[in-house]
């Protein structure tokens, strides 16, 4: 038992120390290259932090056990607009995103229903697998394009939002536009890697306390592997909300979404046969949906998040792994 604790202490500080690497980064590199900070979060930061759900649902496939890798995926989603955007309101309000969100939003609306549509035939087939890594593809290359045709002219700088493009909320300079690329890739890179191994430290841990709990897999996927894995995407957007960049935040999600659905489920299926168990297709599918529609008012219309808002997001969460233990 100390042993684990002694784990979960390291995994968080890494969790921290990582998510506020990756916020730094993002940001120089989105400043260093003039694309907005939504870009590079909609696709870098987000492939980052989702690869404990990579590593995590492809063994699991590869272990025999699908459940958890379908359960991992959905319940971080859940997760990811619940947890991930309700804790950062609840703690300090989410500011309305600087960038366009409407286009990643769309792109995880349409991740969502082909997804949906594997889910309720009852397994992802290989082809289904290839179809899912196709659209993943054809978003990163949208995104690229959009970051290309948006990047911001020299001569025409874009006005800066409160906060500044590059400052916190305290004015404290996150990034410096002027240093070379190569130190904003490695501070991302370093952030990845201390999300990847924090997340890993506490999901090994609740997965083994779990374990001896008797506890199903596909419950385990949901809830403790998922907000687990969550972890990564949960700590960056608290370092983002923190320091007045919902655009981060929200991209993070939007993308790391995106990247569950289409890339995490489409490697894993392709590692091995896909089932869906009928629990997931009876009611986890259709809370996944309810809680992606509920970010359309954020995701389309910019409207920001007070502490309210945040309430009540995370007390639906809270709700949710209440149904769960049921």
Do not use: K, Q
């Not at 659905?261 to 599918?285: C, E, K, N, Y």
């Amino acid at each position: 038992m100390a042993g684990d604790a002694a784990l979960l202490i390291l995994g968080l500080a890494l969790l921290i120390g990582g998510a506020d690497g990756m916020v730094r980064g993002a940001v120089g590199l989105s400043l260093r290259f003039r694309v907005p900070a939504m870009v590079v979060s909609l696709t870098v930061v987000a492939a980052g932090t989702s690869a404990p759900e990579l590593v995590i649902s492809a063994r699991a496939v590869a272990d025999g056990l699908p459940g958890l890798a379908l359960g991992n995926v959905i319940g971080s989603n859940i997760a990811n607009v619940l947890l991930v955007i309700g804790l950062p309101a609840l703690i300090s309000g989410f500011a309305e995103p600087d960038g366009d969100t409407r286009r990643g939003y769309l792109w995880m609306l349409a991740a969502t229903a082909l997804f949906s549509a594997f889910l309720l035939h009852g397994r992802v087939p290989a082809w289904g697998a290839v179809l899912l890594l196709a659209m993943l593809v054809a978003m990163l290359t949208d995104s690229v394009r959009g970051a290309l045709a948006g990047r911001t002219r020299p001569e025409a700088p874009v006005a800066p939002r409160r906060p500044d493009a590059g400052e916190d909320r305290g004015g404290t300079p996150l990034a410096d536009p002027a240093a070379p690329a190569w130190r904003h890739v490695l501070m991302i890179a370093l952030g990845v890697a201390g999300l990847a191994i924090g997340a890993d430290l506490l999901v090994d841990a609740a997965a083994r306390i779990a374990a001896g709990l008797g506890v199903g897999p596909v419950v385990i996927g949901l809830s403790i592997v998922a907000i687990g894995t969550s972890l990564p995407e949960l700590a960056t957007a608290v370092a983002a909300g923190l320091r007045g960049r919902g655009d981060v935040a929200l991209g993070n999600v939007i993308g790391s979404n995106i990247f569950n659905l289409l890339g995490i489920v489409g490697v894993a299926a392709l590692v091995g046969p896909l089932t869906v168990p009928d629990r997931i297709a009876g009611l986890d599918l259709w809370v996944l949906w309810a809680v992606t529609l509920a970010l359309a008012p954020l995701a389309l219309a910019g409207h920001p998040l007070g502490r309210r808002a945040g309430l009540g997001l995370t007390g639906c969460y809270i709700l949710y792994l209440v149904t769960l233990s049921g």
